[in-house]
């Protein structure tokens, strides 16, 4: 029997089939409050992101935040609402306790979506067009993104969204969240809390942000979603 052998590309898309991973436009737009599995092995982003770092920052650090969204909205009429719909409710109401632990629930979603083990390389179609346009291609793109997310104070979180139809990288603290917010697309995020890193880089944010360009950034889950939008 004759063995098919899968690009690259091809088994990106594969990867998370059956987790949600492989619809991005449904993370971002109902995600539910439980901890979806990751879309890849603990080992697989290895050397760049050890087992280690993701056994904690996924089954500690981003379970905790689900458990603590989870029980602030016991009882409520959010109880079963998606994460997106809570953290839509806690930004109208002004609940600042809730928008950061459900935006930190939904962020971490995000967050291991926009990484591959064959990730890295060039974005593709219609993305890739607007990258040059607004950046003046690939090399400018990785330069802004990674002052954006070396430069960010503190806590938070790096992005790439669609804001009115035009790319745009921006930042957010602790764990606030561009989910809900008008004309905003989330596209790819790169968490820059010190628990993303520590245990690998130590206080090497920017090797951190390098490995995240270079070797990881996954430019099919940006891809689907930008095409999603039309």
Not at 3 to 19: D, F, I, N
Not at 57 to 63: A, C, E, G, M, T
Not at 83 to 105: F, T
Not at 206 to 226: G, K, M
Request: glycine share 10%; hydrophobic share 40%.
């Amino acid at each position: 029997m004759q063995t098919q052998t899968q690009s690259p590309a091809q088994a990106r898309k594969l990867e998370g089939a059956g987790t949600g991973y492989a619809e991005p436009r449904a993370i971002v737009d109902t995600l539910a409050l439980e901890l979806p599995p990751l879309p890849y092995g603990y080992d697989a982003l290895a050397p760049h992101i050890s087992e280690q770092t993701l056994k904690f920052h996924h089954d500690k650090h981003h379970r905790a935040y689900i458990d603590k969204t989870r029980e602030l909205v016991a009882g409520t009429e959010l109880e079963q609402a998606s994460l997106p719909a809570i953290i839509a409710a806690a930004r109208k109401s002004d609940n600042r306790k809730l928008l950061s632990q459900a935006g930190q629930a939904w962020n971490h979603t995000i967050f291991w979506g926009s990484m591959s083990p064959n990730g890295g390389g060039a974005a593709g179609g219609r993305i890739a067009a607007m990258i040059d346009k607004t950046f003046g291609g690939l090399a400018g793109f990785k330069k802004a993104f990674k002052e954006e997310a070396v430069s960010h104070f503190g806590s938070g979180w790096a992005w790439l969204c669609l804001h009115d139809g035009e790319l745009n990288l921006t930042s957010f603290h602790d764990g606030d969240t561009p989910a809900g917010m008008p004309g905003v697309v989330p596209l790819l995020t790169c968490d820059v809390w010190e628990h993303a890193y520590y245990l690998d880089y130590q206080n090497r944010r920017a090797a951190f942000v390098d490995a995240y360009l270079e070797h990881l950034i996954n430019w099919d889950f940006a891809e689907a979603i930008f095409e999603a939008e039309g």
